[in-house]
């Protein structure tokens, strides 16, 4: 093999090596799931312009190179900024550099190596070394499978040492999951119980095996009396999982729509899999507005106690109507009391209720001491703009539930100004994404009178729906450009609605 061969080797696998960067990214963005590197990858080439000619131009640099090595030096260059977008600088969340991402990329960087020095072994020249760059985040994925094992049999030191904690704990544990307003009900229920009890409750992003036993070991007190846990995910099997250790006695399920369909594929599926905190549990609190919940709790009263929690239906075991700015709290069609708060509380009201109810508590006292209940940050929260404007923000995780209210919320606003909405729309939406997004931003169009899209990943139905409603509406690439354009036309009696905001491995 002549020298030139070596050289093309080396920057191919160093090309690759430097990708892990933005795979890296990817990865821990996503969860560390098998599979979603190359799915984002593509889903770059595919819907950001060029990307696509760009990949295709790729691969004839790589057909090319089996009679020249100079197009696949070539290659090793291009794959180094290709997909266009995907940078290597964050925007968004920094990466955060855990010892899981390092053993990660040393997974990756010894496959890349690997297959460089078969390459050499089998007298292939560099072919195999330049497959793995222009694949490299699929190379990427196969390091995510091979450590998936490892690392949870190398976490389940922590979850044992969670469980013990659990195991000392006397106080009763409530856990609550839904497809939306998990968070908000985790904070609601605390700020209530925290009056009169010492409460544990697990910090906003802590919702999945690792980050609630990570929690557990090192906010859990031995004087607390009760304690919130709140459990997402992703698939089958994960919440049946951490309620084996967890063992909650109450379960709470906010309610079940299209987030996540991407990952459940259907509305039936992620009832199941919300489902699961129920197996262990001897009290459950549903959405009683949530006609999927209403008819799989018929499966569960003869064995639970299943407290329905409504804000539309007084003849349930909760019910808590709204009207300007005041919660009226009934249990079994008895007024309890009032209490001062948004609208956007009032189911994770009445679910707090709920848990309040099954652990027998004197509610009436607890609402008496209530002087006003904070909103989670960034779901509906209002502020005002350094121009002056009016800015609602729900950024956070929208789905097509709270994108409703959102809208909900920005009519009520009397302005004499302009209505403007900043939106990505929505993700993670399976073969509904289109649907989904062109239905919000139809409904939007009523409200608004500006659209401003934000990224590739939604632009076609949202752009299609605001033209079809002649809505003013423009394009950009991210949120930064989109606010910059915003604050050199908002007036301080404009109002602007902030609708999620995705992070920066989203096209």
Partial sequence: MNLIYIVVIFLLTLSSCISSVRWGRVAQREHYIPGYVTKFYFRWVRLVPFNNLYFFFCLVLMFSSLWSPFPAIILAVITLFTPVGLNFQYRTTKVNMTQRLKRLNLTYYLLIIIVSFVSIYMDLGYFLAMLANLFSFYVYDQSLRITKGYEKNTSQKFIDDAENELKNFQGPIVAITGSYSKTTTKNILSQILSQKNKTF??????????????AINENLKRDDEIAIVEMGTYGFGEIREMCSWVRPHISVITGI???????????????????????????????????LLLNQARLWTAQKMVIDCSTTSERAAVYVDYENGIHKVYIGGEFIGNINAPKILQLSISLSVGVMVSLEMDVKTYIEKIDALEKTDHRQTIIQGTMG??????????????????????????TEGKKYLITPGMVELGS????????????????????????????????????????????FKNRDLAVSYLNSVVKDNDVVLFENDLPDHHP
């Fill in 389 to 414: 404007q009016t800015i609602i923000d729900n950024s956070f995780n929208s789905n097509p539930v709270s994108c409703i209210s959102s809208l909900e919320v920005l009519d009520e606003i009397e």
């Fill in 201 to 214: 409750v697990t910090p906003e992003s802590f919702n999945n095996r690792l980050g609630i036993a990570k």
């Fill in 432 to 475: 509904e994404q289109f649907s989904y997004n062109y239905e919000f931003a139809h409904i939007a169009s009523e409200v608004i009178d500006e659209a401003l899209i934000v990224g590739f990943t939604n632009k076609g139905p949202l752009m299609l729906a605001f033209e079809e409603n002649k809505i003013p509406v423009k394009y």
């Fill in 257 to 291: 729509a299209p987030v996540h369909l991407e990952r459940m594929k259907t509305l039936e599926n992620i009832l199941d899999a919300k489902s699961e905190i129920v197996d262990l549990t001897g009290s459950v609190v549903i959405n009683g507005d949530d006609e």
